[in-house]
């Protein structure tokens, strides 16, 4: 025989369902989400477009934060004219004040001391000046003085090119020309600091007329 079990007075049954279906999303909620997504697209622009602009200053030279490129950060002789696309710098381009006298002055003066060709003259063996370029033409300037010695006078370059890098070669010009031996030489002129004396001589250590060729650096 089963046993009857009874509720406690006062128990009350619960009707209440331990799951419910899913009700369709609330009205006010779906809203509120939607505004969300809104201000989260707006901020994500926001933040793309700050980081083009900040790079477009970094580019401009008008920023010191981290990230900027500066000339420190170029390797040297990384760029050069010939990577450099045709028409890509313009004036219109160049920042206003980013070419002053000052600055070109300064590079000016940075290229006296290197290495780089300031003069050059092709003398002939009879002191015609074949060609040159920042030397005196003048007769009486760049001649000849006697056998094996020339004066060649470099005013336009500099009234004073004592202490520069002089350099003197012979030439045939296109001659078939042939010298064993003997040299050329070249030596301040004291009385004249924008002209350079040049000498030239055999084996033997005799004076020599000859065409030549002589660089001031």
């Known amino acids: 025989m089963r046993r009857l079990v009874f509720p406690p ?4 049954p619960s009707f209440k369902s331990r799951s419910f279906p899913a009700f369709p999303p609330n009205n006010h909620h779906y809203k509120e989400s939607k505004v969300m997504n809104r201000r989260a697209l707006l901020l994500v622009i926001f933040v793309i477009t700050a980081i083009f602009v900040c790079n477009g200053i970094c580019a401009a030279g008008m920023c010191d934060s981290p990230g900027c490129v500066t000339k420190t950060d170029i390797r040297d002789k990384a760029v050069v004219s010939s990577k450099i ?11 206003p004040g980013a070419v002053t006298r000052s600055k070109i002055a300064d590079s000016v003066a940075a290229l006296k001391g290197n290495g780089m060709v300031k003069a050059w003259a092709r003398i002939k063996s009879d002191e015609t ?3 040159c370029w920042r030397c005196n033409k003048a ?13 060649v006078d470099f005013t336009p370059l500099s009234t004073d090119i004592r202490g520069r890098p002089r350099m003197a070669i012979l030439d045939a010009f296109g001659a078939i020309y042939f010298f064993s031996g003997g040299g050329i030489r070249v030596s301040d002129r004291l009385d004249d600091p924008s002209s ?9 250590g ?3 007329d000859s065409s030549f060729n002589i660089i001031v650096f």
């Open 9 to 12: 007075l006062g128990y009350q």
């Open 206 to 208: 005799n004076d020599l």
């Open 129 to 131: 000046v074949a060609s």
């Open 196 to 204: 350079v004396f040049v000498n030239i001589y055999d084996p033997d």
């Open 85 to 95: 696309r045709n028409k890509a710098v313009s004036t219109s381009k160049i920042q």
């Open 139 to 151: 007769t009486t300037e760049t001649r000849r003085l006697g056998v094996g010695d020339y004066e």
